[in-house]
T-cell receptor, first 111, second 116 residues
Framework: SQQGEEDPQALSIQEGENATMNCSYK?????LQWYRQNSGRGLVHLIL?????REKHSGRLRVTLDTSKKSSSLLITASRAADTASYFC???????????FGTGTRLKVLA | NAGVTQNPKFQVLKTGQSMTLQCAQD?????MYWYRQDPGMGLRLIYY???????DKGEVPNGYNVSRLNKREFSLRLESAAPSQTSVYFC???????????????FGAGTRLSVL
């Protein structure tokens, strides 16, 4: 399977804490993206990091990318109950339109 | 601006029945995709269409066919449904966002399919 893997599979934290989830992938990439899925809904794009970037910020989100280790991490700071969702990484290779999604991390933020 | 619209939202089939899942996007995107989502498996690509008139197999194409009817519409057909095809199906489209200089996917709300 080409699928990437994410860990942990599930994460439960208190409101106000930081949440970190990791993504590993198998092939060379053009960019890596993170998506969020609320229960019963479609995925929504959060942030994109290109293969020549090492870190990206957007609001309370911080993404890092290590292409030598084929891994990425997503940090959500000062989490809120509304952040409760599943989070997926997706990789896009050079010269391709295919997105390969990871298996996802289910985040639960307790109020 | 509705984004990506999928129909139906729910469907129950008997083994061997056929059906077509409909998807349409109004964002003038070139590329469209069909995924299935199973518990613990994330999203797996069934078929995709990089542009109007082209389709390509993804990771799990067996048992499915697709039609890129025009730039807006991309349908997924199950010719003879099997219980293993019970899943949630998502359609997505992608196009270049000139403002942010990036290409990202937009998803429909999904079709929940049960095959008995």
């Amino acid at each position: 399977s080409q699928q990437g893997e994410e860990d942990p599979q599930a994460l439960s934290i208190q409101e106000g804490e930081n949440a970190t989830m990791n993504c590993s992938y198998k092939t060379s990439i053009n960019n890596l993206q993170w998506y969020r899925q609320n229960s019963g809904r479609g995925l929504v794009h959060l942030i994109l990091i290109r293969s020549n970037e090492r870190e990206k910020h957007s609001g309370r989100l911080r993404v890092t990318l290590d292409t030598s280790k084929k891994s990425s991490s997503l940090l959500i700071t000062a989490s809120r109950a509304a952040d409760t969702a599943s989070y997926f990484c997706a990789t896009v290779g050079s010269g391709t339109y295919k997105y390969i999604f990871g298996t996802g991390t289910r985040l639960k933020v307790l109020a | 601006n509705a984004g990506v619209t999928q129909n139906p939202k729910f469907q129950v089939l008997k083994t061997g029945q056929s059906m077509t899942l409909q998807c349409a996007q109004d964002m003038n995107h070139n590329s469209m995709y069909w995924y299935r989502q199973d518990p613990g498996m994330g999203l797996r690509l069934i078929y995709y269409s990089a542009s109007e008139g082209t389709t390509d197999k993804g990771e799990v194409p067996n048992g499915y066919n697709v039609s890129r009817l025009n730039k807006r519409e991309f349908s997924l057909r199950l010719e003879s449904a099997a219980p293993s095809q019970t899943s949630v199906y998502f359609c997505a489209s992608s196009g270049w966002d000139r403002v942010d200089d990036k290409n990202i996917q937009y998803f429909g709300a999904g079709t929940r399919l049960s095959v008995l």
